[in-house]
């Protein structure tokens, strides 16, 4: 096999991968994607979106879309939050918490966003 064909089936596979992945997303949707969804719709402020690491990264990316498509989104690194970054926070916003394992700084930021009645998409 040369380099080039091993180059394709490797990306092929990796496509295959993401079908499989957006198939079980597809699968998954139910009543709380359209909670979610309705909450996010909604919100009288703005859409704070965390996350930490890879969940962050994408926290960024899906606060920056929102924000380009029209409705009011920011992204709020938990850990910054935890230091002196909760000032974004307001009342009528809304919380889109992202991680992998659940077992992040975000637990540690439930509590303050609680505090401030803010609803949580997690």
Aim: net charge negative; hydrophobic share 45%.
């Amino acid at each position: 096999m040369n380099q080039q064909t091993h180059q394709i089936e490797s990306a092929q596979k990796s496509l295959s991968r993401v079908i499989e992945g957006l198939e079980a997303a597809r699968a998954n949707l139910g009543e709380g994607f359209e909670k979610a969804i309705d909450l996010i719709l909604n919100t009288e402020g703005k859409l704070i979106v965390c996350g930490v690491g890879k969940s962050g990264l994408i926290a960024q990316k899906i606060a920056a879309t929102l924000s380009s498509t029209g409705t009011p989104s920011v992204f709020l690194h938990a850990v910054e939050a935890l230091h002196g970054d909760l000032g974004l926070v307001a009342e009528g916003d809304t919380a889109l918490m992202l991680s992998n394992s659940g077992s992040t700084e975000l637990v540690r930021l439930v509590p303050f966003l609680k505090q401030r009645n803010l609803p949580i998409i997690s």
